[in-house]
T-cell receptor, first 115, second 118 residues
Framework: SAVISQKPSRDICQRGTSLTIQCQVD?????MFWYRQQPGQSLTLIAT?????????ESGFVIDKFPISRPNLTFSTLTVSNMSPEDSSIYLC????????????FGNGTRLTVT | AQKVTQAQTEISVVEKEDVTLDCVYE???????LFWYKQPPSGELVFLIR??????QNEISGRYSWNFQKSTSSFNFTITASQVVDSAVYFC???????????????FGKGTLLTVNP
């Protein structure tokens, strides 16, 4: 399976600021996704990061709040904009390395605390 | 819409005990995939198993075994002779195949925190 590196692994940010999370994969992957895991909760898909085009967002998530880039098949960024304490979560990058029904693999996540 | 229910929020066992984590799912699709992931305290999600809706054969991998029963929409996970290193949050997840043949959108359960005490 692919090796997925996320940076930063954790951060403490002030309200109103923005944080960009990077996800680097050691091989080209077909699909890249961003998930959020709020404290004590399950994982929720934020968006699909599309290579060379705008991301596809799930209901409840918008580009202005969570802009995503994917310039190539191995790299993506997620920005959490104008943060509030409610954005405190673990943000996880995930990839699908194969076609069709191959499983998703996840990075180590970014633990974000907003004060 | 898809739904995954993990009714057990927390389970605590003593080392060497067997433990079963329950997972019940809902979907109207006839083709779907079920997954189990492990999230240790370090935070990363570790893929454990994938099962498609047409394969009800139970699977065993070392101390891990999975029981898939479509009749009850359940996909339970058993750890035999548990060890302290098994302590983690375990997530059950469901995906359905879209028109493009991909199953990327996982619906996760809320997870079960398993604590194995020495």
């Amino acid at each position: 399976s692919a090796v997925i590196s996320q940076k930063p692994s954790r951060d403490i940010c002030q309200r109103g600021t923005s944080l960009t999370i990077q996800c680097q994969v050691d091989s080209q992957v077909t699909m890249m996704f961003w998930y959020r895991q709020q404290p004590g909760q399950s994982l929720t898909l934020i968006a699909t990061a599309n290579q060379g085009s705008e991301a596809t967002y799930e209901s409840g998530f918008v580009i202005d709040k969570f802009p995503i880039s994917r310039p190539n098949l191995t790299f993506s960024t997620l920005t959490v904009s104008n943060m509030s304490p409610e954005d405190s979560s673990i943000y996880l990058c995930s990839v699908q390395t194969g076609q069709g029904n191959s499983p998703l693999h996840f990075g180590n996540g970014t633990r974000l605390t907003v004060t | 819409a898809q739904k995954v229910t993990q009714a057990q929020t927390e389970i605590s066992v003593v080392e060497k005990e067997d433990v079963t984590l329950d997972c019940v799912y809902e979907t109207r699709d006839t083709t779907y995939y079920l997954f189990w992931y492990k999230q240790p305290p370090s935070g990363e999600l570790v893929f454990l198993i994938r099962r498609n809706s047409f394969d009800e054969q139970n699977e065993i991998s070392g101390r891990y075994s999975w029981n898939f029963q479509k009749s009850t929409s359940s996909f339970n996970f058993t750890i035999t002779a548990s060890q302290v290193v098994d302590s983690a949050v375990y997530f059950c997840a469901l995906s359905v195949t879209n028109s493009g043949g991909s199953n990327y959108k996982l619906t996760f359960g809320k997870g079960t925190l398993l604590t194995v005490n020495p």
